[in-house]
């Protein structure tokens, strides 16, 4: 049976819809998007002898595998329980993306000091920097409004919050996948791909995750 509000051809893709058959192939392409990027990172790594500096990339391959991850699974959230336990998983995978990126961080930064190198020389490296700050201040605002709504006045003032943290956290994830790209083509790291011509599986990378991310956002839950 269909009426005027049931779509012939199964669910569209609404501001507030349920998944779609292309949310779920877009969501594939992400997950293919970061396993090659691991791959990719861990092809490298066990050409490279183990040392301080191999905790840096380790740690952010999960911090930013979590990061994206966890943010894909709340695309799109559609009934009430859907969206509480999306908020769980959320926290508790950005819980562990949060505490990656701290051990990734102070090991490079470490690992410049016993090595006597300059800090944050490089476009990658201010660029950290400012997504590791960035990120401290996501997170806090993400928790200050899931635990202390209060801080906010009332629960539907923290409630209103939600878009600004949703519209941040892309433009977080969009400057995370710079700072990883221009990591990946890092000397170190560049140098030491099975060929040159790898790299370019790096813009296939950012390709499948980029759609696969931008295909199931909700332009129309923004609300700006
Ligand atoms: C798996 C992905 C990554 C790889 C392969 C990688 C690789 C590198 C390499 C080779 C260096 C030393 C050369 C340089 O200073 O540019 C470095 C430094 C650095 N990386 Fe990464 N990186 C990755 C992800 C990240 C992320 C996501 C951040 C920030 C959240 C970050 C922040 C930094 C910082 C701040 C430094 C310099 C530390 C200092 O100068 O004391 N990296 N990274």
């Known amino acids: 049976m269909s009426d005027q509000e049931?779509?012939?051809?199964?669910?569209?893709?609404?501001?507030?819809?349920?998944?779609?058959?292309?949310?779920?192939?877009?969501?594939?392409?992400?997950?293919?998007g970061i396993g090659l990027f691991t791959v990719l990172v861990l092809s490298v790594l066990i050409?490279?002898?183990?040392?301080?500096?191999?905790?840096?990339?380790?740690?952010?391959?999960?911090?930013?595998v979590s990061i994206s991850e966890g943010i894909s699974l709340l695309q799109p959230t559609h009934t009430p329980e859907q969206k509480a336990q999306g908020l769980k998983k959320h926290a508790a995978i950005q819980t562990i993306s949060y505490v990656a990126a701290i051990i990734g961080f102070t090991a490079i930064f470490y690992n410049k000091v016993i090595s006597s190198k300059p800090h944050?020389?490089?476009?990658?490296?201010?660029?950290g920097v400012f997504v590791f700050s960035f990120l401290f201040?996501?997170?806090?605002?993400?928790?200050?409004?899931?635990?202390?709504p209060?801080?906010?006045?009332?629960?539907?003032?923290?409630?209103?919050?939600?878009?600004?943290?949703r519209v941040s956290g892309y433009l977080l994830l969009v400057l995370i996948w710079t700072t990883v790209q221009l990591g990946v083509r890092a000397d170190y790291m560049f140098n030491n791909l099975w060929s040159p011509q790898l790299i370019w599986l790096h813009w296939l990378v950012v390709v499948l995750v980029g759609y696969g991310v931008l295909r199931r956002i909700r332009f129309g839950k923004w609300g700006l």
């Open 6 to 32: 049931t779509p012939l051809l199964g669910p569209r893709a609404t501001p507030f819809g349920p998944k779609t058959k292309q949310d779920r192939l877009a969501g594939y392409s992400t997950h293919l």
């Open 120 to 127: 944050f020389t490089s476009g990658h490296a201010q660029l």
């Open 150 to 165: 209060r801080v906010y006045g009332d629960q539907s003032n923290a409630k209103s919050l939600w878009k600004y943290h």
């Open 47 to 64: 050409r490279l002898p183990l040392s301080v500096f191999t905790i840096h990339p380790v740690f952010m391959t999960i911090f930013v």
């Open 137 to 148: 201040v996501q997170v806090l605002f993400g928790i200050i409004i899931a635990v202390l």
